[in-house]
């Protein structure tokens, strides 16, 4: 099983390195860019140079790359669409430059659900059409506040039937936003229910990354709340997502609260005296 972290690439993208290596990352996670603005400078090739030199030397894969957080394609407004069509296009270039194999995309968000897929459904088809590399969009859970599509399984069905282009997509479970949206993982049988339901509904084929992070916010509250593994509201569930079969040969990324790499690691000790615990 590979445990990794969200790490940032502040100082440039060689440092992201050193920062995965002194976490004990065994799969990583970064920004290409601002994760909260629209411009972006170019990358530099020295630096990129020096990364990938750096994860193919150190070992760690995959490598994801998460989209900004502006991008909505399920907007009705023109120039935000253009823009988040265009952003997509540019982290997919991006994301095949630094040498990861995975974009991950948050379901944007609009007030008419059967629009706003079908308008995410016509950037993704568009932009991957446009952008012709071998990374792999992947679609993330929300926990479904406000008007935030993609809470529930069925709706990223939907989006990845109508997109109808199975090598270039693929899906992230976030557990806790998962949790957050309505689906239990506190006991081993609750665990077991809720991913039968995502099998079923979206497959485990289709799954490439799980996002592992306890939730500080209630079942089905719709609050967005990472927390600290095992000391949430799901707490010693989180080792029955863990050391379910069915995950046992999928990445685990945590984007668990920091202010400095204390709290990573002591989250990696919880994680991996759970995968002890619970088996």
Known sequence: MKLGFHVSIAGGFKKAVAEAEARHCA???IFSRNPRGWKFGPLDEADIRAFREGIKRTGIAPVFVHM?????LATSDPRLYDRSAQSLAED???SERVGAGYLIMHIGSAPDRTRGLT???DGIRETLA???????LLLENTAGAGNALGSRFEEIRTLLDQVGMPSRTGVVLDIAHAFEAG???RTRAAAIASLAEFDRTIGFERLHLVHFNDSKSALGSRHDRHWHIGKGEIGAGMGHVLNHPALKNIPFIMETPRTD???????????????RKTR
């Open 119 to 121: 308008q995410m459904t």
């Open 68 to 72: 900004p957080y502006l991008p909505n």
């Open 92 to 94: 997919l270039t991006r």
């Open 183 to 185: 689906y239990d993982f």
């Open 261 to 275: 790499r204390k709290e990573d690691l002591m989250n990696l000790r919880a994680a991996q005296q759970l995968i």
């Open 27 to 29: 799969t990583i996670q």
């Open 130 to 136: 446009r952008v012709k590399n071998q990374v792999i």
